[in-house]
């Protein structure tokens, strides 16, 4: 009997331990799962705000070289801006037609490539205007008959879009201040004391809304030939 008990106590001591070893062995698969989780979490948490951050750096770069683009069209366009003639060796009074331009807009004659009805390209001057406007720079081109009808209203077309703000400004001549140049809202080729000539320089400023980013600011200063 004592050594029935015996066997039984015995017995009764490893069940026991063998639920408390099956009891640690538990606590210790819930203790790495919930650092599993707490692991892909923050992994989880550190790739999505990587990819966040490289996907706001690659829109505002390509919305820098967007910008880049556009301003190097119109800096090879006003470069090229020239003194036109629209009138006729018949006339007691040309109308010379020079760069013209305000705080929100300008325009000038220039050169510009045009495709025939066959498809053949041909260079002709053409009268260019940009203006500021409800958050987009707006371009059209008069060219053809069209710059020389005095009554013929352009048509514009969105140039850039979701501005902040454009300016141009204009350096009448090379003179320099304390400052560098001295630059100015307006410039008309039509005053007397500017007719015939153009600016020394003409300078655009602009502000592209970068959404979820902080705005962009780029500014562009463009010498014109004498």
């Known amino acids: 009997m004592i050594v029935s008990k015996s066997l039984e106590s015995a017995r009764a001591h ?3 331990k063998r639920r408390f070893r ?23 948490s550190t790739f999505r705000i990587g990819w966040l951050s490289y996907g706001r750096l690659d829109t505002q770069s390509l919305v820098y070289h967007t910008l880049r683009g556009s301003l190097y069209k119109l800096n090879k366009e006003v470069s ?51 203006k500021f406007e409800n958050k987009k720079l707006l371009r059209a081109v008069l060219k053809g008959r069209e ?26 001549s090379p003179s320099l201040s304390s400052k560098g140049l001295v630059w100015k809202d307006e410039f008309s080729g039509k005053d007397e004391k500017d007719k015939g000539i153009f ?16 705005s962009l600011t780029l500014t562009k200063s463009i010498a014109l030939a004498s």
């Open 80 to 130: 090229a801006a020239f003194l036109f003639d629209s009138g006729s060796a018949q006339d007691t009074k040309p109308q010379a037609i020079a760069l013209e331009g305000e705080k929100g807009r300008m325009s000038f004659v220039t050169l510009v490539t045009s495709r025939d009805k066959d498809g053949n390209t041909y260079v002709e001057s053409a009268k260019i205007f940009y």
């Open 22 to 44: 099956s009891g640690f062995s538990l606590l210790e698969l819930l203790l790495a799962l919930g650092i599993t989780v707490l692991v892909l979490a923050a992994s989880y």
């Open 147 to 172: 710059l020389l009808k005095a009554d013929a209203k352009p048509v514009y077309e969105t140039f850039l879009a979701h501005l902040s703000s454009f300016e141009f400004s204009y350096a009448p």
């Open 14 to 16: 490893l069940q026991s």
């Open 199 to 214: 600016p020394f320089a003409v300078r655009m400023t602009l502000t592209q809304e970068l959404k979820g980013l902080p």
